[in-house]
């Protein structure tokens, strides 16, 4: 049907292959004709579409991805000076490396010392692996401060996640 259409007449089933020949031969001769009447206007030096309201219309189109972003970001709740404020200091840093760094010691030792004589002594893994999570958690009080970090394991958030 579509064949019938490029070469411009019906074609019977046994004209198809010559219809398909004819027609792709003179789709292709259409094609280099066009092609070769545009580069005639073209000639001169100008591109194949307007260069100018191609770069006005990428201005556009990033001019208006950040505003959309700088609003939303000026549409943050606080300033940068809050943000900053809550930074943790360099001895709240030190804190944190120092009782993380423990914790994971204390499970190490767990795991690697008395995991395999458990069955001998299990209270020994015990007090290893609870002093090792507890400095663990620790590093995180003094990173955020102890009223902040009690204030977030009790918000409703954490709750739902338990609960779950």
Known sequence: ????????????????????????????????????????EESGGS????????????????????SVVSKGVRDIPG???SATSSMPSGKAL????????SGVFFIFIAFTMFLPVMVLMPQKFAICFTIGCGFIIGSF???????????HMSSMEVCYTIMY
């Open 141 to 151: 009080f003094a990173l955020r401060g102890p009223q902040n970090q009690l204030a």
């Open 79 to 81: 300033s940068l000076q």
């Open 94 to 101: 030190m804190y944190f490396g120092l009782f993380l760094a």
């Open 47 to 66: 591109f194949g579409f307007d260069i100018e309201s191609a770069v006005r219309s990428a201005n556009d189109t990033v001019s208006g991805t950040f």
């Open 1 to 40: 049907m579509s064949q019938g259409w490029f070469s411009m007449g019906g074609s019977s089933s046994g004209d198809q292959k010559q219809g398909q020949q004819q027609s792709g031969s003179s789709l292709l001769a259409d094609w280099n004709s066009y092609a070769a009447s545009r580069e005639f």
